[in-house]
């Protein structure tokens, strides 16, 4: 196997090789050469689960991590073995957490190798920052783990793609973390639209809006004793430790984040494209900027992305600076077809006539649990996936473009064929990255 750079594998190349070599990290402790059987779990056999990521929220309050923890803790055919964190201060709190909703409580770990080379273990499920998404994932399937992954699928564009790839060519159940898939008020929504209740649909319109401080100007410190900050980079080039960064901050650099786009953007932007039936854009272009505080905050603050796919149009706006206002749109994701509109809020939907007049109104319930329990299914008797990588994928990549096309100036556009980047070096080479000595990808 040979390393590869961001820039030394073509699409073409990897989905013509993937297939037969798998795909992993230049790290032989964690390579599983062995080919994996895709046979269901007998129901009567719970899940094991491992969980990469477990911080706390500032005011002690579970963070993603630790409430998935506890979710998975909570299901009759799930049961939590490990959780694991780089923060020393973390695994404890999630370890006597778990331990309230099983029989036995689980070992807290800050290496997550632990988990992968564990054979009892099932599943491995990815809380961590955007950047570790598509490596862990990789890991994941190449040692025999079913993965589910958090929000945005991945870091970049060709991770997701490698992502798609290792599920498949390793015969692996990969869930993504957009549990809105699984809402049944949403599903019946999609049906709504799919029927054809409000014609034939031409575009979408999503927002999102936060009030977020603002994360100053920070300055290179030493590592906090309870940080293992090296197991926190892992594939990212390294870079000084600084005191405004872990562990919520790391969103707004490139370096590690996504923006506010793959943050909380992509829960509504995969709601969107799902409603539209359309998977791959012919042009994309993201507007904005970071416009309400002086810091050092790299991505937009404030930003519009559109997205054209040929007779239909995708539009988000998000706005991280000031919460949601009575001059805001009281939904979430809007569709307007031929014949009238549906709008999503919250858990339900409401349909309109074309004359704007409310039809229908239609509550339901969210939740993690019912997410949960459908990766738990897939893996132990095939139940249909409501959200697997390779929907996750495309919709993150529209995230991806986005970033994309902010930080280039300019609208980028697709490859019909080949669903890259056409004619535009520079956006191009935004498609991967570069990675951290030791731990490249390879095929």
């Keep these: 196997m040979r390393k590869i750079t961001s820039n030394s594998l073509t699409r073409r190349t990897f989905l013509a090789t993937s297939s037969a070599l798998g795909v992993g990290l230049a790290a032989p402790r964690w390579w599983r050469s062995a080919a994996l059987g895709a046979d269901p779990v007998p129901p009567s056999k719970k899940i094991i689960v491992g969980v990469m990521g477990t911080s706390h929220n500032a005011d002690g309050g579970d963070g993603r991590g630790s409430a998935l923890a506890a979710g998975f803790a909570s299901l009759p055919g799930a049961e939590v073995a490990y959780v694991c964190d780089v ?8 370890v006597d957490s778990v331990a309230k909703k099983q ?45 589910y992954v958090e929000k945005p699928a991945s870091h970049n564009a060709r991770e997701g793609e490698w992502m798609t790839a290792a599920a498949r060519d390793k015969k692996r159940i990969v869930q993504l973390g957009t549990q809105r898939r699984s809402w049944p008020g949403l599903i019946e929504a999609m049906e709504q639209l799919k029927s054809g209740a409000i014609g034939r649909v031409i575009s979408a319109k999503c927002y999102y809006t936060n009030g977020r401080l603002t994360i100053g100007h920070g300055k290179e410190a030493p590592v906090p004793e309870w940080l293992d900050y090296s197991l926190w980079q892992g594939p990212a080039p390294e870079k000084p430790f600084r005191d405004n960064l872990v562990h919520y901050n790391w969103h707004w650099f490139w370096h590690w984040g996504t923006g506010e786009m793959g943050n909380n953007g992509i829960h509504y932007i995969d709601l969107a494209r799902w409603g539209l039936g359309v998977d791959y854009p012919t042009r994309v272009i993201s507007t904005g900027g970071k416009y309400r505080y002086d810091d050092d905050q790299e991505t937009p603050d404030t930003n519009i992305l559109t997205c054209e796919f040929g007779d239909k149009l995708l539009t988000w706006e998000g706005r991280s600076w000031a919460k949601h206002t009575p001059l805001d749109p009281d939904f ?41 329990q459908n990766f738990i299914n897939a893996i132990q008797n095939g139940e249909k996936q409501n959200a697997p990588i390779e929907e996750g994928v495309k919709s993150t990549l529209l995230c991806h473009l986005g970033n994309i096309s902010y930080r280039v100036g300019r609208a980028v556009k697709l490859d019909p064929k080949a ?3 056409a004619g535009d070096e520079e956006a191009a080479g935004l498609w991967g990255r570069t990675y951290r000595k030791g731990w490249e990808p390879v095929v």
């Design 419 to 421: 669903h890259t980047i």
């Design 87 to 94: 923060d020393a201060r973390n695994v404890g709190k999630t």
């Design 332 to 372: 979430d994701v809007c569709f307007h077809g031929e014949k009238g509109m549906l709008a999503i809020r919250g858990t339900g939907y409401s349909l309109y006539d074309a004359d704007g007049k409310e039809t229908s109104k239609v509550p339901g319930v969210g939740g993690d649990a019912v997410h949960l």
């Design 103 to 147: 029989s036995r409580a689980p070992k807290g770990v800050k290496d997550f190798h632990a988990i992968l080379d564990d054979p009892a273990v099932d599943a491995l499920v990815v809380a961590t920052p955007d950047h570790w998404h598509g490596p862990a994932t990789l890991l994941g399937c190449a040692a025999g783990k079913h993965v």
